[in-house]
């Protein structure tokens, strides 16, 4: 089993869409989550980290199921500029919290 | 100015060339990594440094070794390089202390790199 596993897609949906990203990890020891943001050719930005509990940014909502070791992401209301690849990226196994491992990331493309 | 640097930006080399890759950092980070990225694939880890003392092995280091000449910087150099090296590079951040905060990566905007 893959460490981190996303649906590549790519996903492509209109304007004003909700859209939703699922995201499987295999090490139960990961301690951090995040959700990142790769435009085409640039390098990977931190969007969100994930928290057991839950949490929002604006039109972005994470959330991290540690018992079915699941994570997921929900854009409401999409924009084109929310066009990107998005990454899931867990702590990595045995080699110091301090390591990520990244999924191969999912494609959204938002169209007027 | 960007919290990150890499340098160059993009190059072309040959086959059993000798090619160093520079990452800079303004963020008083401790811990810097290099990456690569192939189209499809997601990061994988090459090197990284939890200090100027620290060099660790990452998930695909073969062919590879890096340098940490200072807090600030860490560069990584292919010693003949081959074509199945090339890729985009990336060098990360972070700055250690602990939980989310510390396990958050930044990074440069990447070196493209073609071995012919």
């Known amino acids: 089993r893959k460490e981190v596993e996303q649906d590549p897609g790519p996903f492509n949906v209109p304007e004003g869409a909700t859209v939703a990203f699922n995201c499987t990890y295999s090490?139960?020891?990961?301690?951090?989550f995040f959700w990142y943001r790769q435009d085409c050719r640039k390098e990977p930005k931190l969007l969100m980290s994930v928290y057991s509990s839950g949490n929002e940014d604006g039109r972005f909502t994470a959330q991290l199921n540690r018992a079915s070791q699941y994570i997921s992401l929900l854009i409401r209301d999409s924009k084109l500029s929310d066009s990107a690849t998005y990454l899931c990226v867990v702590t990595a196994r045995g080699s110091g919290y301090s390591t990520l491992t990244f999924g191969k990331g999912t494609m959204l493309l938002v169209s007027p | 100015d960007a919290d990150v640097t890499q340098t160059p930006r993009n190059r072309i080399t040959k086959t059993g060339k000798r090619i160093m890759l520079e990452c800079s950092q303004t963020k008083g980070h401790d811990r810097m990594y290099w990456y690569r990225q192939d189209p499809g694939l997601g990061l994988q880890l090459i090197y990284y440094s939890f200090d100027v003392k620290d060099i660790n092995k990452g998930e695909i280091s073969d062919g590879y070794s890096v340098s940490r000449q200072a807090q600030a910087k860490f560069s990584l150099s292919l010693e003949s390089a081959i074509p199945n090296q090339t890729a985009l590079y990336f060098c990360a951040t972070s700055d250690g202390t602990s939980g989310v905060v510390a396990d958050t990566q930044y990074f440069g905007p990447g070196t493209r790199l073609t071995v012919l």
């Open positions: 090490n139960s020891a990961s301690q951090s």
